[in-house]
């Protein structure tokens, strides 16, 4: 693949998505449901140890998610809108010219995983703003921050989001320094 194609845009494209696709203000929000809005259909498999999901794209257009059925219904939530961010926002990113058939691999922690370990051949950087870009599709700007003074555990009830994917989500949205003073740090008690 080419050189990161992507910037620090994923929580902006995350949004836009949102626009085209969840017409809806409840929460949580429901990735199965854009993907079908999208077009990508989406199975549960067992997949190989350490692997949340899996995303398929081929030249002619047809996308594919693969959910790994042993991990719990949050983090299978979650490994969807990663793959989302693959077939989507990275996708999207790639020249016409340079797209060719891929699979994305989706490990919890794809920007910790040793390149060479990783299937999926991804920049470590483009993994990491997968993972950002899905924690903003579940966990929108906008309805987190009114919401923001909650304990976390609240908050991963509101949004149906892994704990430590929301704990990153509040960190960015929040910013690192308030996380440090009295009051903020009741959020995780």
């Known amino acids: ?6 910037e620090h845009g994923s929580e902006k494209q995350a949004s836009l998505l949102l626009e085209r696709t969840w017409a809806s203000t409840s929460l949580p929000i429901d990735p199965l449901q854009i993907a079908s809005q999208l077009a990508i259909k989406v199975e549960l498999e067992s997949l190989e ?6 995303a398929v794209q081929s030249i002619n257009g047809a996308a594919m998610i693969y959910i790994n059925q042993d991990f719990s219904a949050l983090y299978q939530r979650y490994g ?8 989507t926002y990275y ?27 990783d299937l999926s051949n991804f920049d470590p950087f483009v993994d990491y703003e997968l993972h950002r870009f899905a924690q903003a599709l579940l966990m929108p700007r906008q309805q987190l921050e009114p919401m923001i003074d909650q304990k976390e555990a609240e908050l991963n009830r509101t949004f149906s989001v ?6 990153q ?3 960015e949205v929040v910013g690192s320094s308030s996380l440090f003073d009295e009051e903020s740090n009741r959020r995780f008690e």
């Open 1 to 6: 693949m080419n050189e990161l194609a992507i």
């Open 49 to 54: 140890d350490g692997v949340l999901a899996a």
């Open 80 to 87: 969807c809108a990663l793959e989302i961010g693959a077939l």
């Open 91 to 117: 996708w999207d990113s790639v020249p016409l010219d340079q797209r060719h058939d891929f699979t994305h691999v989706g490990r919890i922690f794809d920007f910790q995983v040793d390149p060479v370990q």
């Open 162 to 167: 892994p704990i430590f994917e929301a704990g």
């Open 169 to 171: 989500r509040i960190v």
